[in-house]
């Protein structure tokens, strides 16, 4: 199966990297400004595939800021640099020549199984959808981690990525495309606590002991700012659903992205009233059909122990 990953990365954005090249094929990453500045996540990029032996992954640069929006970075849980916590060397792996939107438009020729897979602000993807409108008819959908069913984090009703870009998450949702959601519902469960961290550094190989260290970071961040108790390692999980289905619940539902609202801007809407997915109810009767249609699955739980045997597993594979 062939995927595409655009993202920021951002700790959470790396191991979304290193655990697709080792399951799927990726032909690409491309890169928006979200986490860090567009400058440095592209840095961190490049950095990312030379730590894991992967620079054959083409890497294209995106767009450097939000539609609408005024840019917004997460300095105070990826650091200044977006991937803080160990000093990687400068990288020597060129980019694409292509530019990201480009990129995404030229994979999805190449390929008839391609998914699309942000784990991001959807700046890019918007972008490509914008630019040639047939893409929705040769993509297989998009698999994100954004929104969320319940709380937010940068603000108490938007997670991050769709806060960043609330006009382009709209127009992804709205593309008719199949989407798969990873939200802050089911990714906070994804925690990397110490103990699951310490597992990762045995592994042995300088390649383990250098992430865990970079995760470390990042988990201090989320203590320091939500009092979380571990590293929520969200982006991976729009990509392990690709691996082991069997690890998630999805529910289909209506979800609308809110561009307005006082204390709302950013928020996913997500209906969860929507019981008919198999023209049932809930007790086996005719669905009562409440509310729009679905336009999305979204994960409403999470097998986490099993999710981080498969991720210990796949960063034992690299040297
Ligand atoms: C999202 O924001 C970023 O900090 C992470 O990389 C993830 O994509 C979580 O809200
Ligand atoms: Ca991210």
Redesign the pocket.
């Known amino acids: 199966m062939h995927v595409l990953l655009d993202?920021?990365p951002?700790?959470?954005?790396m191991l979304t990297i290193f655990l697709a090249a080792k399951h799927l094929d990726v032909v690409g990453i491309t890169t928006v400004g979200?986490?860090q500045s567009l400058e440095k996540t592209t840095v961190n990029a490049r950095k990312c595939v030379e730590l894991a032996g992967l620079t054959h992954i083409p890497i294209a640069k995106g767009l450097p800021r939000p539609l609408v929006n005024e840019p917004r970075y997460?300095p105070e849980?990826?650091g200044v640099s977006g991937l803080d916590g160990v000093d990687l060397p400068d990288p020597t792996v060129e980019l694409s020549p292509l530019h990201a939107v480009d990129f995404i438009i030229e994979a999805s020729h190449a390929y008839d199984d391609l998914w699309l897979i942000p784990?991001?602000p959807l700046t890019n993807i918007a972008a490509a959808l914008i630019k040639d409108p047939t893409l929705t008819e040769r993509i297989a959908g998009i698999s994100l981690?954004?929104g969320s069913l319940t709380y937010g984090?940068?603000t108490a009703a938007a997670?991050?990525?769709i806060y960043v870009d609330p006009e382009a998450a709209d127009v992804v949702f709205r593309s008719g495309v199949p989407i798969k959601v990873f939200g802050?519902n089911v990714?906070r469960m994804a925690s990397a606590t110490v103990a699951r961290l310490d597992r990762i550094r045995e592994i042995g190989t300088p390649f383990a002991r250098t992430v865990a260290d970079l995760v470390e970071f990042y988990r201090a961040s989320l203590h320091n700012v939500f009092g979380l108790e571990g590293a929520?390692i969200?982006?991976p999980l729009a990509v392990a659903i690709f691996i082991k289905p069997e690890l998630f619940t999805m529910q289909e539902m209506n979800v609308q992205i809110e561009l307005n609202g006082t204390h709302t801007r950013g928020m996913t809407v997500c209906d969860y009233r929507y019981v008919g997915t198999e023209g049932k109810g809930l007790y086996g009767e005719e669905a009562v059909t409440v509310g729009a249609a679905p336009n999305a699955e979204v994960a409403v739980d999470m097998d986490v122990d099993g999710f981080f045997d498969l991720l210990t597993e796949t960063l034992a594979l690299y040297r």
């Open positions: 993202g920021d951002g700790h959470d954005d979200g986490n997460a849980i990826h784990t991001g981690m954004g984090n940068s997670e991050f990525n802050l990714t929520s969200h982006d």
